[in-house]
């Protein structure tokens, strides 16, 4: 996996939230059921979230909790940033207190590469873009697990 448990947790939690309706809010027990998620872990995973203005939060009997933004404007960088940070894609993979262009350690130019794709993938992909992912993919297992209908002639 490229991020943490959390940042997992989070980015399905936010998918469930952009499926809300607008403004409603969503309780933690409500999205840790349907997403199979620890609702102790994500409550503590959205109260921080919340706190770092990435969704808002509400008490009550209608509390819970909804983006702060559109879908498509937040990206998983802002996530994963926000609860894992983002210096392990920037340490070297080998463990080398200094590793740069000038003094490589083995893995440099490999990991270099591969980093500038991971980050490239979490800036550019939103939570929009995994909902509309997700719609496509359950219509296609919907289509795939319907019987197929056979129009048979009668013979006279």
Known sequence: MIYSRSSEYAIR??????QAPNG???MVKQIAEQENIPAHFLAKILQQLARKGLLRSSKGPTG????RQSPSEIALVHIVEA????AEYERCVSGLA???DDA???MHDIWKDLRSRIMEYLERTTIADLVRALEEKRKALDK???PATVNVAKRA
């Not at 819970?64 to 983006?67: D, K, Q, Y």
């Open 13 to 18: 939690a936010f998918m469930h939230l952009a």
């Open 83 to 86: 609860l894992d940070g983002l």
């Open 64 to 67: 819970g909790f909804a983006l």
């Open 24 to 26: 409603k809010y969503v």
């Open 98 to 100: 200094e590793c740069t």
């Open 144 to 146: 795939a697990r319907r």
């Open 104 to 106: 490589p350690c083995a």
